[in-house]
């Protein structure tokens, strides 16, 4: 077994248990696209080589922070049974020179010790942004672009029939190195955007599934109150109706609590009119 740096052994998740396609809402598409692109060829590889086209490396998901991207990568990684290995692109940026190169080829190494795997690469900006050709960067430029090469060059270096996927995710796509993005490093750009109406309801109604609700509280009425909203704000309405219900000692969610907690994360309203509204309905 070759030796493989601390910090890197620590960014593994042997089993991620608690994700699944069923806790995502309002991304039919993006599911039904990960698993052509990482979910088929882990369980299905005599597929490709039936066809004798060669199966997908990588896949990069891309959108507004909130919208379910290292959910659906834990999810991909849950119906594969892979070991998920998820690591911020932030991490691989090191202070000494060579660091975050060297964590980039262990990573890589640990992920075939570990096959079937699925690499998450969270934050994948810190170190893929387009390569800037300027003489005065300083020293950390020349070492996140050293990184990067290192990264380009383990992504050349894998066979995609190794039962190694990487996923990268990124809230910015449009400064990203042409080099990272082009076929047979990343084969699949997968876009997630703020949900819709629908969207929304649909995950209103997955994260209220277990909660203790009274009759009567009309989900596609708060999410039509939440335009623009991100999956993680639409979930975190959820968690804070329950937070109002438990200040006031009740086993029930009502509307109500639904509306105030639109209202405080949208942050349309301030909770002192909130309970000023409430005494005087």
């Not at 020293?139 to 992504?155: H, I």
Request: aromatic fraction near 4%; proline fraction near 4%; charge should be neutral.
């Amino acid at each position: 077994m070759v030796w493989v740096d601390p910090l890197v052994s620590l960014m593994m998740v042997e089993k991620v248990p608690d994700s699944t396609y069923e806790m995502i809402g309002g991304l039919d598409k993006q599911i039904k696209e990960i698993k052509e692109v990482i979910e088929l060829p882990v369980k299905h590889p005599e597929l490709f080589e039936a066809l004798g086209i060669a199966q997908p490396k990588g896949v990069l998901l891309y959108g507004p922070p909130g919208t379910g991207k290292t959910l659906l990568a834990r999810a991909v990684a849950h119906h594969t049974e892979c070991t998920f290995i998820r690591v911020s692109g932030s991490e691989l940026v090191q202070k000494f020179i060579g660091e975050g190169a060297r964590m980039v080829r262990e990573l890589f190494v640990m992920a075939r010790e570990h096959a079937p795997s699925i690499i998450f690469m969270d934050e994948i900006d810190s170190i893929g942004s387009s390569r800037i050709e300027s003489g005065s960067s300083g020293g950390g430029d020349s070492e996140v672009q050293r990184t990067m090469l290192e990264l380009l060059n383990q992504l050349d270096g894998f066979e995609a029939t190794k039962n190694i996927k990487v996923i990268m995710a990124t809230n910015r796509i449009d400064i990203l190195d042409q080099a990272l993005l082009r076929p047979g490093r990343i084969d699949r750009k997968i876009e997630f955007p703020a949900p819709d109406e629908k969207a929304r309801a649909d995950i209103l109604r997955i994260h209220s599934r277990k909660m203790n609700l009274t009759r009567g509280i009309m989900l596609e009425k708060i999410a039509q109150n939440m335009t623009g909203a991100s999956g993680a704000e639409v979930k975190a309405v959820c968690t804070e109706a329950g937070m109002y219900a438990l200040r006031e000692r009740r086993i029930h969610v009502t509307h109500e609590d639904f509306e105030m907690a639109v209202a405080k994360v949208m942050q349309k309203d301030s909770e002192k009119n909130i309970s000023l509204k409430k005494l005087w309905k």
